[in-house]
């Protein structure tokens, strides 16, 4: 990440955020810019972004991570995580797909089970799982908790 640093996103950088999140097609919901944390170069340039985003008082989300391709490999998503976790103690939920799951391991979090997961985990999981049930068994809306 030698060529970026971490900085709290702005009102400037809003455009930005939302374009990139589309472009890696994660979950558009709940972009709120006043969460973010951006991947910055000194030149301006938004390399990647990720958020906290809370649901009501039962839990809160590591969420919108995302990275420009160009700039992938370079350290920067671990970088924002590891930020946002520091930002962030205590109990933290996320979802991805089964392919990122070693990665987020790496950072302590572990898959549960819907049994485990609070409400608004355990309805999108469901939800995602009736939308993605014609596709590969292998490939489904993990939850994952850390803390």
């Given amino acids: 990440m030698a060529d ?3 900085r709290a996103a702005t009102a400037a950088d809003e455009q930005e955020i939302r374009a990139l999140i589309r ?8 972009l709120d810019w006043h969460r973010f944390v951006v991947a910055a170069s000194a030149e301006g340039a938004i390399g990647g972004c ?4 809370p649901h009501g008082e039962e839990a809160r989300e590591l969420a919108s991570i995302a990275v420009w391709a160009q700039y992938r490999g370079q350290g920067i998503a671990r970088a924002i995580i590891e ?3 520091r930002q962030n103690p205590g109990s ?5 797909r089964p392919l990122l799951g070693p990665f987020y391991e790496k950072f302590g979090f572990r898959e549960i089970p819907q049994n485990e997961m609070p409400t608004y985990f355990r309805r999108i999981s469901r939800l995602a799982r009736l939308l993605m049930g014609l596709s590969r ?3 489904y809306l993990m939850v994952m908790k850390r803390g």
């Fill in 137 to 139: 068994a292998d490939d």
């Fill in 4 to 6: 970026f640093f971490l």
């Fill in 83 to 85: 930020d946002l976790l």
């Fill in 92 to 96: 933290l939920y996320l979802m991805c």
């Fill in 23 to 30: 472009a890696v097609q994660i979950n558009p919901m709940g």
């Fill in 50 to 53: 990720g958020q906290v985003k």
